[in-house]
């Protein structure tokens, strides 16, 4: 049974940071994908950052430069640091995974099968 769980949301002064974390249970593969998404309050849910088997990482333009996403595999997390944070970053950010490679767009919701719950952000 997998299991992803975010933690890290809050709210923040724009220009400022946070760091989120998703810790995953009982989803090990030999090659993997974990992506951030987020949707804000009447809009659709959108890829935010990806990283395909541990290294290779993909961003939205939107967060280039800005976010930083990395994976940690003897300890389960993924994580996405986040700076220079805007109001328009307000969102609920979401982790999520899926066996073999990323999609080559990154914003591919669809293409994850297996989902956090979801942590608030929210930047003034």
């Known amino acids: 049974h997998v299991q992803l769980v975010e933690s890290g949301g809050g709210s923040v002064q724009a220009g400022g940071s946070l760091r989120l974390s998703c810790a995953a249970s009982?989803?090990?593969?030999?090659?993997?994908?974990m992506g951030w998404f987020r949707q804000a309050l009447g809009k659709e849910r959108e890829g935010v950052a990806t990283?395909?088997?541990?290294?290779?990482?993909t961003y939205a333009d939107s967060v280039m430069g800005r976010f930083t996403i990395s994976q940690d595999n003897a300890k389960n997390m993924l994580y996405l640091q986040m700076n220079s944070l805007k109001p328009e970053d307000t969102a609920v950010y979401y982790c999520?995974?899926?066996?073999?490679?990323?999609?080559?767009?990154?914003?591919?919701?669809?293409?994850?099968?297996?989902w956090g719950q979801g942590t608030q952000v929210t930047v003034s």
């Open positions: 990283i395909d088997n541990g290294f290779r990482t």
């Open positions: 999520a995974a899926r066996r073999f490679a990323c999609p080559v767009v990154v914003n591919s919701p669809g293409e994850y099968r297996y």
């Open positions: 009982g989803y090990t593969y030999n090659r993997n994908c």
